[in-house]
């Protein structure tokens, strides 16, 4: 391993290869090739697309499916596949199939970039991660592979159910369905099951996280051998499922027919945990079921899994530290285990971080834009979220506006505590200064 990489951390490296591949991807994206019309595109259009592409985030500036040539739709895929894997694990898969030793700091940086608790057997679970993506990512294919084939042909129905399989899977949210309609997502099969039901079970899957993967894999049903986390994550998702899915079915799809309505009901729920496609137009509905979703975008997928967000264990710690609060215990349970101080701490952290930039970027374009708050605050924390979801003000964005959602999408992809121990040193403080009461509530 070279010096210059044994002196960084790992943080450093995990963000340093999430913007390198950035970089390499934008200056493919520049090429004519890339562009159906042969001309060149701009570097900025080029970097908005290659940064939302490898923080599988979904939001676009060029309708992907109208704008990009085959080439560049293969570039963007690749993007989206590194970035949901992961850099690093992509690195450390490349490295294991070239028959390359993974050293020390290799490994260290495998379990802190798919937040692994151990750093034993991290090489066999990327050849897990690896095995079971391709798994899910073909199965995906396979089921939508017919409509889009009895829709657009045998080889470009290939190549679209392979693609939308992949976007998926990795909660990206991007689509080709601009031959059709621009920017319009999938809103054509609004009310086909067979597509509705392969997007949301790979969104889901990809959010679960890797290692809930393998507690599945390891205990089948038998929860209670789950560890912690997976108990966690898997009750989490399932409520941020179910709950906003009853609100969407009763109070904004009442007009449309039941399988449709139950279908587009889910779809919204799971969506906006950080996928980005849609099947209905998103202006229609509610403010109340907006901010509902700026939520859903905002918590996110579980940590190390394809999505983004500030993770379903951060909002669930939130939750059940209120409640101990309430219920004046010592510390935050689980499962009759308590959560530890530093955790609580970590995930007040996080969720200041995601509410503070999330509000200061929807000011900001709000202000700079001179467009409405909401729909600003909306695409603001799409970015932070890396969800891909939009109120259509996207593609019009000036410099500055285009910048703010770039920075909030790498931020929302590495992790906000990643990028501040990776630019912030210093050393921990073992002194305790005095304690004086503070008056809170």
Known sequence: ??????????????????????????????????????????????????????????????????????????????????????????????????????????????????????????????????????????????IMAPTFCREFGLITGLWYALFHSISAFCNAGFDLMGVREQYSSITYFVANPAINIAVMSLIVIGGLSFMTWEDISVHKHRFSRYKLQSKVILVTTALLIIIPAAYFFFFEFGDRPFTERLLSSFFQSITPRTAGFNTVNLNAISETGLAIMILLMLIGGSPGSTAGGMKTTTFAVMLSNAVSVFRRRENP???????????????????????????????????????????????????????????GITPGLGLVSRFILISLMYIGRVGGLTLIFATIHGNQSYSRLPEEKLNVG
Not at 31 to 56: H, I, N, R, Y
Not at 334 to 354: E, L, Q
């Open 333 to 391: 349970q689980f499962f009759g285990r308590r959560v530890s101080d530093d955790t609580v701490k970590s995930a007040a952290t996080i969720f200041t971080m995601y509410i503070t930039l999330c509000l200061a970027g929807g000011f900001i374009i709000s202000r700079i834009e001179d467009l409405p708050l909401l729909a600003c605050m909306y695409d603001s924390a799409s970015a932070i979220g890396t969800v891909g979801l939009s109120l």
């Open 1 to 142: 391993m070279p010096k210059i990489t044994r002196r960084l951390s790992s943080s450093q490296i995990i963000i340093l290869g999430f913007a390198g591949v950035i970089l390499l991807g934008s200056f493919l994206l520049v090429l004519p090739v890339s562009s159906k019309s042969g001309q060149w595109t701009s570097f900025v259009d080029a970097l908005f697309t290659s940064t939302s592409a490898v923080c599988v985030t979904g939001l676009v500036v060029q309708d992907t499916g109208s704008y990009w040539s085959t080439f560049g739709q293969v570039v963007i895929i690749a993007l989206i596949q590194i970035g949901g894997m992961g850099v690093v694990t992509v690195a450390v898969a490349i490295a294991k199939l070239s028959g390359k030793k993974i050293g020390l700091k290799g490994r260290s940086i495998m379990q802190e970039s798919v937040s692994a608790h151990r750093m034993g057997g991290i090489v066999r679970l990327t050849g897990f991660i690896v095995k079971g993506t391709i798994i899910f990512e073909l199965l995906g294919a396979a």
